[in-house]
């Protein structure tokens, strides 16, 4: 019995759609294992999000996920694009498809892009999730702050070049009967990888 696919998107007609509807606001319409990839400029973001959300053939009426991606150590340092991308799932209940936005922070030092809170507020906690774990700030955001580390934390422990036992830890001092940060006391580590022995490996 041949299973009914009529319900399924065609990949291709998708990329089409979108590409239409973004027409010059879209760098790259990719289309790669069946799913449809679109890269932006951060000067453009807001808009093509909005876009996507309004336009006939899109109408990605809900956010998924959104996350950052820290790109320095990509393949191996072979990277020399911007380092900071957010990457945005969307979904299209009334059509049935969905679609990845991707956008790259134009600067380093500090990595900006618009906040689509106001388009889709499921992107309130993604944002600051983003903001806090890879300092990526989010234009426009109402209420941008940390949200899962704690408020003295420094840094952003998602970047790739963060320390792996952090900058600051905190302990309880009875003295002072209230909590306190000092710097980490953890000794750093050296990491030996491991080394798979030949199965005859010392026998003569």
């Known amino acids: 019995m041949t299973p009914n ?18 027409g010059p606001l879209a760098r790259r319409v990719e289309l790669a294992l069946g799913e449809v990839t679109v890269t932006v400029a951060a000067a453009d973001y807001l808009q093509a999000a909005r876009t996507l959300r309004d336009a006939p053939g899109c109408q990605f009426e809900q956010l998924i996920d959104l996350c950052g991606v820290d790109y320095s150590d990509y393949r191996i340092g072979g990277w020399d694009g911007p380092r900071y991308a957010v990457v945005v799932h969307l979904l299209s209940i009334s059509l049935n498809q969905r679609v990845r936005l991707k956008v ?16 889709w507020s499921a992107a309130n906690w993604f944002e600051r999730e983003a903001f806090d774990l890879f300092g990526i700030v989010f234009e426009g955001h109402d209420d941008l702050r940390r949200i899962l580390t704690d408020y003295g934390f420094i840094g ?3 970047r790739k070049d963060f320390p792996v036992s952090g900058e600051v830890e905190m302990r309880y001092d009875p003295e002072r009967q209230r909590v306190i940060y000092q710097p980490v006391t ?7 990888p491991r080394v798979i022995r030949e199965d005859h490996y010392g026998k003569l």
Do not use: Q, Y
């Not at 696919?5 to 590409?19: H, I, Q």
């Not at 790259?104 to 106001?118: C, E, R, T």
């Open 156 to 158: 952003h422990p998602f």
């Open 186 to 192: 953890i000794e750093p580590r050296e990491i030996t």
């Open 104 to 119: 790259f922070a134009p600067d380093d030092d500090l990595p900006v892009v618009d906040s689509v809170n106001g388009l």
């Open 5 to 22: 696919t009529s319900f399924a998107v065609d990949p291709v007609a998708l990329r089409g759609s979108v590409t239409d509807a973004l």
